[in-house]
Nanobody, 124 residues
């Protein structure tokens, strides 16, 4: 079993920054990729970013490229999402997730473990 706990969400003005953290336990964290997703009200959950077990390979959805950075610290069993130049359309609940396999994947159904989510609200 894997436990994922997100933190770092909050209210920020457009153009501002936030860093989300996800603490993982219950599985050998350093051998698996990790991902971030988000879900806005009335919308489906969507992929945001993913990172390989080593941290050398990353993927981003187009709308956050150049603004968001995913990283990880395998000694701390933690994955991060640095979000800069935030826009009102980034407002959503952000979820940390662990995939079923070790690959860097983007589909929601490739992930089997989810955190409880953290709210990010960007005001205009």
């Amino acid at each position: 079993q894997v436990q994922l706990v997100e933190s770092g969400g909050g209210l920020v003005q457009a153009g501002g920054s936030l860093t989300l953290s996800c603490a993982a336990s219950g599985r050998t964290f350093s051998t698996y990729a990790m991902g971030w997703f988000r879900q806005a009200p009335g919308k489906e959950r969507e992929f945001v970013a993913a990172i390989s077990w080593s941290g050398y390979s990353t993927k981003y959805t187009d709308s956050v490229k150049g603004r968001f950075t995913i990283s990880r610290d395998n000694f701390k069993n933690t994955v991060y999402l640095q979000m800069n130049s935030l826009k009102p359309e980034d407002t959503a609940v952000y979820y940390c997730a662990a995939p079923k396999t070790s690959g860097v994947v983007t589909a929601t159904d490739e992930y089997s473990y989810w955190g409880q989510g953290t709210q990010v609200t960007v005001s205009s």
